[in-house]
């Protein structure tokens, strides 16, 4: 599939990283003073799994599925949490093991959210649709007062992160043809 051409799933994550984040989430979640009861790790994890659970979703767009085998979309997955989770500053992470041992703890997290998608992709529609439910899934679990306006802005970033996603692979698969 597409490895064998030249990219790397490391670069890949690193890509997709590069302007949409973990970062941008918890960046939110600090302007919008988000004040709940999940702290340091566990607070780091809810907020990992969502980006990766928009990103699980972004890659069941049929022209990602048939470019990457499920192995490839995978290693994609395992590096882009890894990369994100070496370049935050929340938590101290002692090397790559303990990266590692967070990743896996996160993972059910993010198959937990993907409940919220009933079909493979984004459905089209009427209503604010799985993202939106997915947002309030994690801001529910993070504690805290109803804040409507943190929920906007997680969610509007994960649309625009899904988008970004999207235009990215675009991108990465129109220079390898």
């Not at 302007?31 to 969502?50: D, I, N, P, R, S």
């Not at 085998?69 to 500053?89: G, H, K, N, T, V």
């Amino acid at each position: 599939m597409f490895f064998g051409k030249k990219a790397k799933s490391l670069e890949i994550a690193k890509g997709l990283i590069k302007n949409t984040g973990l970062d941008e989430n918890l960046g939110i979640l600090k302007q919008k003073k988000h004040a709940g009861t999940a702290h340091g790790q566990e607070f780091l994890e809810l907020v990992m799994a969502l980006c990766a659970c928009n990103l699980a979703q972004t890659q069941k767009a049929d022209f990602i599925r048939t470019a990457f085998s499920p192995e490839e979309m995978e290693a994609i997955m395992a590096d882009y949490i890894r990369e994100s989770l070496r370049r935050q500053d929340l938590v101290e992470l002692k090397g790559e093991k303990h990266i590692e041992i967070v990743r896996s703890s996160l993972m059910p997290v993010v198959v937990e959210l993907q409940a919220f998608w009933k079909e493979e992709e984004d459905p089209q529609g009427s209503g604010p649709g799985p993202r939106y439910y997915c947002v309030k899934e994690v801001l529910k679990r993070l504690g805290g007062k109803t804040d409507y306006d943190l929920h906007d802005a997680l969610f509007e970033l994960m649309y625009l992160q899904h988008k970004h996603y999207l235009g990215y692979f675009r991108e990465l698969l129109k220079g390898s043809a």
